[in-house]
Nanobody, 121 residues
Framework: QVQLVESGGGLVQAGGSLRLSCAAT????????MGWYRQAPGKQRELVAT???????NYADSVKGRFTISRDAAKNTVNLQMNRLKPEDTAVYYC???????????????WGQGTQVTVSS
């Protein structure tokens, strides 16, 4: 069974920083793309950033220049460094990962349980 476990959320003042981490555990042969999404109250879940197995990154326009996504392939982890946080960054942040459990299986997209990030003004 594969699980994604997130950590690092919390309360921070505007202009501050937080670092989120997400570890994929379980029976894993290969982790392909990994990413972070967020969902604010009353809004749809939206993409924050993604990173491929080759290290190519993609960011939402709203976080470019402030957030940095990275991954540790050896540990099957993905991180999100969030700087110059704004109140509008307040949301539940979810990580996801496209994971193959065997060499012949079709990859499946797993999601973490979410971690709350609150930015006060």
């Amino acid at each position: 069974q594969v699980q994604l476990v997130e950590s690092g959320g919390g309360l921070v003042q505007a202009g501050g920083s937080l670092r989120l981490s997400c570890a994929a555990t379980g029976s894993i042969v290969r982790v392909n793309a990994m990413g972070w999404y967020r969902q604010a109250p009353g809004k749809q879940r939206e993409l924050v950033a993604t990173i491929t197995s080759d290290g190519n990154t993609n960011y939402a326009d709203s976080v470019k220049g402030r957030f940095t996504i990275s991954r540790d392939a050896a540990k099957n982890t993905v991180n999100l460094q969030m700087n110059r946080l704004k109140p509008e960054d307040t949301a539940v942040y979810y990580c996801n990962a496209d994971i193959s459990q065997t060499y012949f299986s079709v990859p499946y997209l797993y999601w973490g349980q979410g971690t709350q990030v609150t930015v006060s003004s």
